[in-house]
């Protein structure tokens, strides 16, 4: 048993356009939050700084242990395990807040990562789920876990809420990336969820699972066609498009290149698009330009599909 760990849990694609809230994708190339954790005398957890992108104290994150995801998501574990003593953590923020790329998600899985990793008996990794969920779901206000499965375990993972903690990680085809555009935009999930309508129509219902049960058997099939086909969302991204004002322009830029399917990441203002893997780069450099003409500073990052997910980095 360690007495100061450091763990890296990477940023992630919630919804992945046509699996609302049961989707998800880990994103790789360094996008990510860390946490340090040590040992205290502090019973309970603790948080010591939290620091922002800029490597600077964060300037309204809370290191209240009540008002943090990591350490919320923490202290679950913490008790569950039923450990004696506490924990102090460090969060370095990596994921840029608000940006649809899974920020609150990353802090709680590092912080399970790091914490568990001070336990005498550590988790097995899916076991951590549940605390990393109670974190997220602090932050975001509902129980989803298209951000946390996929930066907890990497990779694209299937995460139903009716069948949580069971999460399935499916395989990817041969070939894709995933490229996503960060514009210099913010979207806050908790009211975005709220604003979502509560009754759908018997055509779209059918329709969205038609478009998700594609897609599913298409991943198993390695079937880059039917991706293509089935990379839909025809229910949540026309009520939160609006929000995003370069939504439109970047897809339409990104279809344009070539693109399998393209929508919002999460609640946005990410915006991502699978593709075939050669043409990741031209993808991220129309998507950018299509931000960049609208006066709208972006960052982008291409991504196979099976990026890793979280790790000790110690
Ligand atoms: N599935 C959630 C939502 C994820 O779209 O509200 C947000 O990242």
Known sequence: MSDTVTAFAPASIGNLGVGFDMLGLALSGGAGDRVIAARSD?????????RGLDGEIHPYLSTDPRENTASIAAQSLWDAAGATGGASLKVHKGVPLQSGMGSSAASAVAAVVAVNALLDEPLETAGLLPHALAGEQYASGGLHADNVAPSLLGGLVLCPTVLLPEVVRL???????????HPELQVNTAHARRGLARGYSMEQWLQQQGYLAGFVAACMAGDIDLIGRTLRDVVIEPQRAGAVSCFENVKEAAMRAGALGCSLSGSGPSI???CEERKGLNMASAMEQACLALGIECQSWVSPLDAEGARLET
Do not use: D, K, R
């Open 272 to 274: 991502f698009a699978l």
């Open 171 to 181: 395989p990817v085809p041969a070939g894709v990336s995933a490229v996503l555009v």
């Open 42 to 50: 502090t019973p309970g957890i603790s948080i010591e700084e939290v």
